[in-house]
């Protein structure tokens, strides 16, 4: 079902729109100090560094990562042994990467957040961890038989650059795979808070610019991306993940919580624009979502793949 978002807001606009005159709010993430020149990239690595932002998106917002984690793993061919030797990249808490090792796979696990890299070391012992920036990977070309990526390619400043990575560092036949939230083309908790940042937010507090949250669930943008990088065979399917909680005010807990760019608008709200935020996020879960509690609040995920030529 489309869900209608205020003109301008397609997701793939939604920095340009949130973003005022390319600067970045006037509050840091705790509502002190100013942060003008911060890039996107600065805010990606100083909020996902934020070992509070790591364990809450573990907890909570992981939920529902976690349900895509079969299909990644499955369209790396590790099951088949088809790929034995995988880089997780964005590993996050390590949670595809716990999938890939329970498949058999040699993993290597990147991401650029040491907190991240602390939970995902002690979730997932059998792999081999590496701090990196997946727009400049430290590995040899050929030396993957695949990547994934979950849910780590909007939130890099320049996609095609991890993209090429990706095309680089596997052997030729190898895959990549990777999800992205859906956007408004699907009833989704995400496009509901930001419709609602965009609607009651107050619009000084703006994020750097950066690739739209959702730009590569869309197929008009990934595969020809995929393709200029060296990827063909491009798929995509969609995964119906959601959260299950007794909170009908989950999706804004969640976001504010344990998310980079939607937690950084968020926190820097005034008192007023936070709880017309909040309110209606919790009437889109009472209208939407069943009855609850417990709610069972949708945030579907494309997952796309491509075979390296
Ligand atoms: C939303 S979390 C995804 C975690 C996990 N892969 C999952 O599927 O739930 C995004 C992860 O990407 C990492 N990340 C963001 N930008 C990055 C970059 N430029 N290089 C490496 N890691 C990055 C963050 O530190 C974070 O751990």
Same mark, same amino acid.
């Given at each position: 079902m489309?869900?209608?978002?205020?003109?301008?807001f397609?997701?793939?606009n939604?920095?340009?729109?949130?973003a005022?005159?390319?600067?970045?709010?006037r509050?840091?993430?705790?509502?002190?100090?100013?942060?003008?020149?911060?890039?996107?990239g600065?805010?990606?690595?100083?909020?996902?560094?934020?070992?509070?932002?790591?364990?809450? +998106?573990?907890?909570?917002?992981?939920?529902?990562?976690?349900?895509?984690? !079969?299909?990644?793993?499955?369209?790396?061919?590790?099951?088949?042994?088809?790929?034995?030797?995988?880089?997780?990249?964005?590993?996050?808490?390590?949670?595809?990467?716990?999938?890939?090792?329970?498949?058999?796979?040699?993993v290597?696990?990147?991401? *650029?957040?040491?907190?991240?890299?602390?939970?995902a070391?002690?979730?997932?012992? =059998?792999?081999?961890?590496? =701090?990196?920036?997946?727009?400049?990977?430290?590995f040899d070309?050929?030396?993957?038989?695949a990547?994934?990526?979950?849910?780590?390619l909007?939130?890099?400043?320049?996609?095609? #650059?991890?993209?090429?990575?990706?095309?680089?560092?596997?052997?030729?036949g190898?895959?990549?795979? +990777?999800?992205?939230?859906?956007?408004?083309?699907?009833?989704?908790?995400?496009?509901?808070? *930001? #419709?609602a940042?965009?609607?009651?937010?107050?619009?000084?507090?703006?994020?750097?610019p950066?690739?739209?949250?959702?730009?590569?669930? =869309?197929?008009?943008?990934? *595969? !020809?991306?995929?393709?200029?990088?060296?990827f063909?065979?491009?798929?995509?399917?969609?995964?119906?993940?959601?959260?299950?909680?007794?909170? !009908?005010?989950?999706?804004?807990?969640?976001?504010?919580?344990?998310?980079?760019r939607?937690?950084y608008?968020?926190?820097? =709200?005034p008192?007023?624009?936070?709880?017309?935020?909040?309110?209606?996020?919790?009437?889109?879960?009472?209208?939407t979502?069943?009855?609850?509690?417990?709610?069972?609040?949708?945030?579907?995920?494309a997952?796309?793949?491509?075979?390296?030529?």
């Amino acid at each position: 079902m489309q869900q209608s978002l205020p003109r301008g807001f397609g997701t793939r606009n939604l920095p340009a729109l949130l973003a005022a005159g390319g600067e970045c709010a006037r509050l840091g993430p705790s509502g002190q100090g100013a942060e003008m020149s911060e890039t996107f990239g600065e805010l990606e690595l100083r909020e996902w560094s934020d070992a509070a932002v790591a364990r809450a +998106y573990a907890r909570d917002f992981a939920q529902a990562s976690q349900m895509c984690v !079969p299909g990644l793993v499955a369209a790396t061919g590790a099951e088949t042994r088809r790929a034995t030797d995988v880089l997780d990249l964005c590993c996050g808490h390590g949670n595809v990467s716990e999938g890939l090792v329970a498949a058999g796979a040699s993993v290597t696990s990147a991401d *650029f957040s040491p907190a991240m890299l602390d939970l995902a070391r002690a979730r997932v012992p =059998q792999a081999t961890f590496v =701090q990196a920036d997946a727009m400049d990977l430290p590995f040899d070309a050929g030396r993957f038989d695949a990547v994934t990526i979950g849910f780590g390619l909007p939130h890099v400043p320049d996609p095609p #650059k991890v993209m090429a990575e990706c095309a680089r560092v596997p052997k030729p036949g190898g895959r990549i795979a +990777y999800t992205v939230w859906h956007g408004a083309e699907k009833t989704s908790a995400l496009a509901t808070v *930001f #419709k609602a940042i965009a609607e009651h937010g107050d619009p000084d507090i703006a994020l750097p610019p950066g690739p739209g949250a959702t730009d590569y669930a =869309q197929p008009d943008i990934a *595969f !020809p991306a995929l393709g200029a990088a060296g990827f063909t065979e491009c798929q995509l399917t969609t995964i119906p993940s959601a959260w299950t909680a007794d909170d !009908p005010a989950a999706p804004f807990r969640f976001f504010i919580e344990g998310t980079a760019r939607g937690g950084y608008l968020l926190r820097n =709200q005034p008192p007023d624009a936070a709880r017309a935020i909040k309110a209606e996020v919790e009437a889109w879960t009472h209208a939407t979502c069943g009855n609850g509690p417990p709610w069972t609040i949708p945030i579907p995920a494309a997952l796309i793949s491509a075979t390296r030529v």
